[in-house]
């Protein structure tokens, strides 16, 4: 619950300071129009923030949020991280440098001398030398965006939201750039154009004068010396750390190529990967968010200690199996034999949940091939494009039949079709989605001739294999070639039965087990008896002349 509490508050603080940043960005882009309208903005997002609620919900989300990830850095056991953590790392310990003096000179004076800053002050005194502010502005949204980024890129929306929260990120500093820079030049204009307006203006906000910029410079330097003091401090105890661990036995981690890791004691199983060089997927940054980090533990397992609870509900929710672990979350107290369970290059789609079908599970499901007849002498004499428009035709219209009958197209091949039905349900629903699957394919394979007439030197026909059984489904493949598939004895038989159309001249053969499954009545429809490549025993069919002929189940 601790780690879980942690993770949480650096979250929402984080959240905290980037809806800040973006009122502030927002208010900024205000002079495009005019410095009142930054002035009359100012004072919206002043009443929301400057009030006591959000003054405390402001600075100490800054606080803890700052605290927390420095925690973070102290307890991490190696430095090697990702690009992108390791730029969101840099812009936010630099961002305490940037912000100081921006706000000791607003909110400092404000709480210490009474002072009100008003947009024309603050333009008029730092447009003078505006590259801090412009730097502060870029660290702090760009630490924010990455980090808003990485947390909602495991919601399965915001892929498709992506372009238009990229268009916005990019948009908004735009814009307030663009309205500072009017809004400082036009402050400037003012200043230029009347000599009294500089004291008038620090006079209406009660500027302390001398005073208030002494107390500002002496608490500025008093800061960064602070933030210098922890960032050696960060230096210095990973240097007593790492002597120290040189006197401790490390830990071996081995690896499924026989590798094996001398690592540092306290260090995760994914700093250990990162630290040798062993490429290990987290989506997340190691956050403990995504899973996409999990590995398999074959030896030391007992040995580990016991998942806290977030990692254990993450795990659950996952469905993972035993002896699976979150690799970010994992230190190993002594010797382990661990390997990966996804590829490095695993994105936020492998970070969600799956079904049993797409993580492997062992069902009994039906099974179709369909592959059309004498297509080669058919597409002899037609032009690439042509072949490549009726395969495309052929396929919309059986992938359709099949999806709209509840199966899954697995894959095309060539100019045939596999299809799984019940892989998420019960085999003899199963069984009798497959069986209104053939029904339709004839069904659309009629109306496709039909349409395709004129195109055609003779009419497209199609052989079906119908087969169920046990099999392996699971989501197997490499990289994007990947899809949900099946393997097994089941599989073999339905491919080889597909043949078996040209020998009865027929459209579908099917199998007995599939026409018991579904309760359908073949008893109109003679049945014979086959022998299957690899199977001892003969396997009893029936030949269907016509797919449309089908029995309707009873069930």
């Known amino acids: 619950m601790r780690g879980r509490l942690i993770q949480q508050l650096r979250l929402w603080s984080g959240i905290v300071l980037f809806v800040y940043v973006a009122g502030h960005l927002l208010n900024h882009a205000f002079g495009l129009s005019s410095v009142e309208a930054m002035e009359a903005g100012r004072r919206v997002f002043a ?14 989300s800054f606080a803890v949020h700052g605290a927390l990830s420095v925690a973070r850095l102290f307890r991490k ?73 990485f947390w909602l890129r495991l919601q399965p929306w915001y892929r498709s939201a992506l372009p238009f929260l990229f268009a916005a990120a990019l948009l908004l500093p735009a814009l307030a750039l663009a309205g500072f820079a009017v809004g400082g030049r036009d402050v400037l204009a003012l200043a230029a154009a009347d000599s009294g307006w500089v004291g008038a203006m620090l006079e209406g906000i009660r500027f302390p004068g001398r005073a208030g910029v002494e107390w500002v410079q002496g608490i500025e330097a008093r800061m960064s010396a602070m933030t210098g003091m922890a960032i050696a401090a960060l230096v210095a ?8 661990a040189r006197r401790q036995r490390p830990v071996r981690v081995t690896y499924p190529d026989g590798r094996v890791v001398r690592a540092e004691p306290g260090a995760t199983l994914l700093e250990v990967s990162r630290a040798a060089g062993i490429p290990h997927a987290s989506v997340c940054g190691g956050r403990g968010r995504c899973s996409t980090c999990r590995v398999h533990v074959s030896r030391g397992f007992d040995a580990l200690p016991p998942p806290a609870d977030g990692e254990r509900a993450l795990l659950g929710r996952i469905g993972a199996p035993e002896r699976v672990r979150l690799a970010c979350q994992t230190v190993p107290a002594g010797d382990v034999t661990l390997m990966p369970l996804l590829p490095a290059s695993a994105g936020p789609a492998e970070a969600r949940a799956r079904t049993d079908s797409q993580q492997g599970a062992e069902r009994e499901i039906a099974i179709l091939f369909a ?18 428009f009726l395969l495309n035709r052929y396929f919309l219209a059986m992938g359709r039949a099949v999806e709209e009958a509840g199966g899954h197209v697995d894959k095309f091949i060539g100019d045939g079709v596999m299809a799984l039905f019940g892989i998420d349900g019960d085999p003899r629903e ?45 989501e197997m493949g490499y990289s994007r070639a990947t899809s949900v598939t099946a393997i ?68």
Request: glycine share 10%; proline share 7%; aromatic share 8%.
């Open 47 to 60: 009443g929301v923030w400057r009030s006591p609620p959000g003054t405390v919900l402001l600075v100490g």
């Open 77 to 149: 056991r190696d430095l090697k991280m990702p690009v992108w953590e390791a730029a969101q790392q840099l812009l936010g310990l630099a961002i305490p440098f940037l912000l100081c003096l921006h706000m000791l000179g607003t909110l400092g004076l404000s709480l210490r001398f009474g002072m009100d800053p008003s947009y024309p002050f603050v333009l008029w005194a730092t447009w003078s030398d505006p590259w801090q502010q412009i730097a502060l502005m870029a660290a702090a949204w760009t630490h924010g965006c990455i980090g808003i980024h």
């Open 237 to 244: 105890w990973r240097l007593v750390r790492a002597l120290r």
């Open 371 to 388: 592959d059309l007849r004498a297509f080669t002498r058919l597409s002899e004499d037609k032009l690439p494009y042509d072949v490549v």
């Open 430 to 474: 199963g069984c009798r989605s497959a069986l209104e699957a053939v029904r339709a394919m004839a069904a659309a394979l009629g109306e496709l001739n039909a349409a395709l007439g004129e195109e055609l030197s003779e009419p497209l026909r199609i052989g079906v294999g119908l087969h169920a059984g046990p099999v392996i489904v699971g």
């Open 488 to 555: 097994g004895d089941a599989v073999n038989v339905a491919s080889r039965l597909e043949p078996m159309t040209k020998e009865f001249a027929c459209q579908a053969v099917i199998s007995q087990r599939v026409v018991r499954l579904a309760g359908a009545d073949f008893s109109a429809i003679p049945s014979r008896l086959v022998e299957i490549r690899g199977r001892e025993r003969p396997l009893r069919v029936y030949p269907v002349a016509d797919g449309g002929d089908i029995p309707v189940s009873d069930g």
